[in-house]
Nanobody, 129 residues
Framework: QVQLVESGGGLVQTGGSLRLSCEAFEGTFSMVPMAWFREAPGKEREFVAHIHWSNGQVNYADALKGRFTISRDNAKKMVYLQMNSLKPEDTAVYYC??????????????????????WGQGTQVTVSS
């Protein structure tokens, strides 16, 4: 009944920008820690960014700091990922994920795949060189 749906992916040239969206359906959302992960061909799914449910605290993968920005709009039940200065190595399927409602943990905790119980179907981002 509860689901996450990503959108906004597409094809972009190196140096370009994309804004991904994730919409939560049939859930409360406002107390849910949210994150973005990505999975490139032949690689493990990896952490991209997290945003806390309470105070808006954010955390990013080290390699992505300064290029990617995560944000949320609780009234719209949406979470976003603004991606700038895109590189070919950013090519991947990007997934939205939800962790335990109301839980506060460390940055490390929220960077782990095992901390999330609900995932979207993903949206493809392709960066051409």
């Amino acid at each position: 009944q509860v689901q996450l749906v990503e959108s906004g992916g597409g094809l972009v040239q190196t140096g370009g920008s994309l804004r991904l969206s994730c919409e939560a359906f049939e859930g409360t959302f406002s107390m849910v820690p949210m994150a973005w992960f990505r999975e490139a061909p032949g690689k493990e799914r990896e952490f991209v960014a997290h945003i806390h449910w309470s105070n808006g605290q954010v955390n990013y993968a080290d390699a992505l700091k300064g290029r990617f920005t995560i944000s949320r709009d609780n009234a719209k039940k949406m979470v976003y990922l603004q991606m700038n200065s895109l590189k070919p190595e950013d090519t991947a399927v990007y997934y939205c994920a939800a962790a335990r409602p109301g839980y506060s943990g460390s940055d490390y905790y929220f960077s782990q795949i095992s901390s999330y119980w609900l995932w979207g179907q993903g949206t493809q981002v392709t960066v051409s060189s």
